[in-house]
């Protein structure tokens, strides 16, 4: 069965520092997502990436993130200057269609932890 | 703003028990209703979807909404024990899904 995964798995960094976290779509999918999930809250919505471009954003997704699809299978989202609240479960998701909510899957998610 | 609201519980049940998780949401320009499960340390695992109000049954599960009462609900008969996780529910507008925080079920055999 067609799975998206991320990796790493877990990262630990220090405030201030850059991370990548990465994403591997389900091959034939062409709709890309950010959610984040700070422990113990609910799963809010980062961003959405289609045709190489970001198509939606939410209020979280400031000047301090962005994504970006550097070759034909990962898809990525950069911290630039990480803060302590950026520490989260950070889920990648791909869906085949945008109008298709079943087709959307969740990866395994990257917890990100800001020292 | 507080889009989707979700008691967080946590909820323990009987195995074979009928268990009702409950969603309140304000935004009337919802489109898709969604409610998925979620394991520890994994991605939430989409469950079933409604566009409209309404029932709809897949299996041991029943997804209702009421559009005028701005009100989901997920029923889950004959509850096992794997049924253990963390249910969300999550609505949509456009691209743009909204979590509600998740509802932690236990199912005691």
């Known amino acids: 069965e067609p799975e998206v995964t991320q990796t790493p798995s877990h990262q630990v960094t220090q405030m201030g520092q850059e991370v990548i976290l990465r994403c591997v779509p389900i091959?034939?999918?062409?709709?890309f997502y950010w959610y984040r999930q700070i422990l113990g809250q609910k799963v809010e919505f980062l961003v959405s990436?289609?045709?190489?471009?970001?198509?939606?954003k939410s209020e979280i997704f400031d000047d301090q993130f962005s994504v970006e699809r550097p070759d034909g299978s990962n898809f990525t989202l950069k911290i630039r200057s990480t803060k302590l609240e950026d520490s989260a479960m950070y889920f990648c998701a791909s869906s085949d269609d945008s109008q298709l909510v079943d087709t959307q899957y969740f990866g395994p998610g990257t917890r990100l932890t800001v020292l | 703003q507080k889009e989707v609201e979700q008691d967080p519980g946590p909820l323990s049940v009987p195995e074979g028990a009928i268990v009702s998780l409950n969603c309140t949401y304000s935004?009337?320009?919802?489109?898709?209703f969604m409610w998925y499960r979620q394991y520890s340390r994994k991605g939430p695992e989409l469950l079933m979807y409604t566009y409209s109000s309404g029932n709809k049954e897949d299996g041991r599960f029943t997804a209702q909404v009421d559009k005028s009462s701005k009100y989901i609900s997920l029923f889950i008969r004959d509850s096992q024990p794997s049924d253990s996780a963390t249910y969300l529910c999550?609505?949509?507008?456009?691209?743009?899904?909204?979590f509600g925080t998740g509802t932690s079920l236990t199912v005691i055999p």
């Open positions: 999550a609505m949509s507008v456009g691209n743009q899904f909204y």
């Open positions: 091959s034939n999918h062409l709709y």
């Open positions: 990436f289609y045709n190489n471009e970001i198509s939606e």
């Open positions: 935004n009337s320009a919802f489109q898709y």
